[in-house]
T-cell receptor
Framework: AQRVTQPEKLLSVFKGAPVELKCNYSYSGSPELFWYVQYSRQRLQLLLR??SRESIKGFTADLNKGETSFHLKKPFAQEEDSAMYYC???????????FGKGTLLTVNP | SAVISQKPSRDICQRGTSLTIQCQVDSQVTMMFWYRQQPGQSLTLIAT?????????ESGFVIDKFPISRPNLTFSTLTVSNMSPEDSSIYLC????????????????FGAGSRLTVL
């Protein structure tokens, strides 16, 4: 069975500082990895997925199969990045997602 | 992408009662998913609701506790039966964000959730 681990429940940084939200997974096959974000009083929404290899709102994430990681990074955090971030894994083409417990990011002014 | 409306947005219920949560989508979708998020926990898939057939439940979830209806391609309900305080959670409806033909289309969009508190 697959598992997604986000080791940090809380992460606090100052505006302009780099931020890295960690995500590790366990799955024997080739997973599809996602980052979802939930801003205050908003619904959960997709931030990015590994196959797109794109930067969204300055965030990037690289799938490292050797380390089974999919860490989310941004070089200069902004206050509006404060939100709950969830890493998720899909093990097949069936839309079933396994989520991590989430990391609450707070960007201080 | 599809827009999902869920109701109720929140409710407080008594132990032993049942509550039905509704999920309405503004476009036709083949698959709808119900997730649960218990306090401090991650989202867990309860079941996949398929139109015209029985829902497919994940391990640890049973139809008697979480009966699901899917009368058409835009609507589904999840009932939480015989509730106990352990059922206090946020229940979320989700549907595919992209058409099934899209490459890497394992992307979901979510409703705002229904926050259930059982006393």
């Amino acid at each position: 069975a697959q598992r997604v681990t986000q080791p940090e429940k809380l992460l606090s940084v100052f505006k302009g500082a780099p931020v890295e939200l960690k995500c590790n997974y366990s799955y024997s096959g080739s997973p599809e990895l996602f980052w979802y974000v939930q801003y205050s009083r908003q619904r959960l929404q997709l931030l990015l997925r590994h196959i797109s290899r794109e930067s969204i709102k300055g965030f990037t994430a690289d799938l490292n199969k050797g380390e089974t990681s999919f860490h989310l990074k941004k070089p200069f955090a902004q206050e509006e990045d404060s939100a709950m971030y969830y890493c998720a894994l899909s093990a097949g083409s069936n839309y079933k997602l396994t989520f991590g417990k989430g990391t609450l990011l707070t960007v201080n002014p | 992408s599809a827009v999902i409306s869920q109701k109720p947005s929140r409710d407080i219920c008594q132990r032993g009662t049942s509550l039905t949560i509704q999920c309405q989508v503004d476009s036709q979708v083949t698959m709808m998913f119900w997730y649960r998020q218990q306090p401090g926990q991650s989202l867990t898939l309860i079941a996949t609701a398929n139109q015209g057939s029985e829902a497919t439940y994940e391990s640890g979830f049973v139809i008697d506790k979480f009966p699901i209806s899917r009368p058409n391609l835009t609507f589904s309900t999840l009932t939480v039966s015989n509730m106990s305080p352990e059922d206090s959670s946020i229940y979320l409806c989700s549907v595919p964000l992209l058409p099934t033909s899209a490459s890497g289309a394992n992307v979901l969009t979510f409703g705002a959730g229904s926050r259930l508190t059982v006393l």
